[in-house]
């Protein structure tokens, strides 16, 4: 059968502006989420990691938070440069898994200078 | 410290061939991954390899398989290609197997005719 793309969200932000890019993750058992950059033609780039047992975490730049009550993360990139442009993942891992993440469907970040 | 590296970036096949990929991890990871990231599905868990064992196993047929060898390196194999098995085949490397972070190679380009 055709092959149907997944619909990216999209946000598109001004230069040195802040972005939120948001992430509902499936499985309340999920205890490990880790946000990835990819740009085109290249493979997902580690950002930051976030374990269950936290709700907040800084990394240079961007910030991840985590709401366990409604399963959702989210990524937030302070003063956005036009670098920042490429689509983002959020990948969740549960337990006894080992290294087994499960992706979300990505969101394509614009950074209009 | 080098990145992941993915061997061949690029690969046309036809339908019925196999085909080999192959990836060596970060110097000191023990855990490799893989993954397939098409348009139509995203990015889908294959399979991991820690210490020459499979330690997990994503939903994909038994066309798919791989290996791990004594020094970390990973191959990974599709046998009696399908035009469905073009996408682009994501290597990753973890220290070890949980709460880890994982580290992403380039992928490889794998197009069925």
């Known amino acids: 059968g055709e092959s149907v793309g997944l619909h990216l969200p999209t946000l598109s932000v001004q230069e040195g502006d802040n972005s939120i890019i948001n992430c509902a993750y499936s499985n309340s058992a999920s205890d490990y989420f880790i946000w990835y950059k990819q740009e085109s033609g290249k493979g997902p780039q580690f950002i930051i990691d976030i374990r269950s047992n936290m709700d907040k975490r800084q990394g240079q730049r961007v910030t991840v938070l985590l709401n366990k009550t409604v399963k959702h993360l989210s990524l937030q990139i302070a003063a956005t440069q036009p670098g920042d442009s490429a689509v983002y993942f959020c990948?969740?891992?549960?337990?006894?898994?080992?290294?087994?993440?499960?992706f979300g469907t990505g969101t394509s970040l614009t950074v209009i200078p | 410290k080098a990145g992941v590296t993915q061997t061949p970036r690029y690969l046309i096949k036809t339908r019925g061939q196999q085909v080999t990929l192959s990836c060596s991890p970060i110097s000191g990871h023990r855990s490799v991954s893989w993954y397939q990231q098409t348009p139509g599905q995203g990015l889908q868990f294959l399979f991991e390899?820690?210490?020459?064992?499979?330690?997990n196993k994503g939903n994909f047929p038994g066309r798919f398989s791989g290996r791990q060898f004594s020094n970390s390196r990973s191959e990974m194999n599709v046998s009696t290609l399908e035009l469905g098995d073009s996408a682009l085949y994501l290597c990753?490397?973890?220290?070890?197997?949980?709460?880890?972070?994982?580290?992403f190679g380039p992928g490889t380009r794998l197009t069925v005719l």
């Open positions: 990948a969740e891992n549960r337990p006894n898994t080992g290294n087994q993440f499960y």
């Open positions: 390899y820690f210490s020459e064992t499979q330690r």
């Open positions: 990753a490397s973890s220290l070890s197997v949980t709460y880890n972070e994982q580290f």
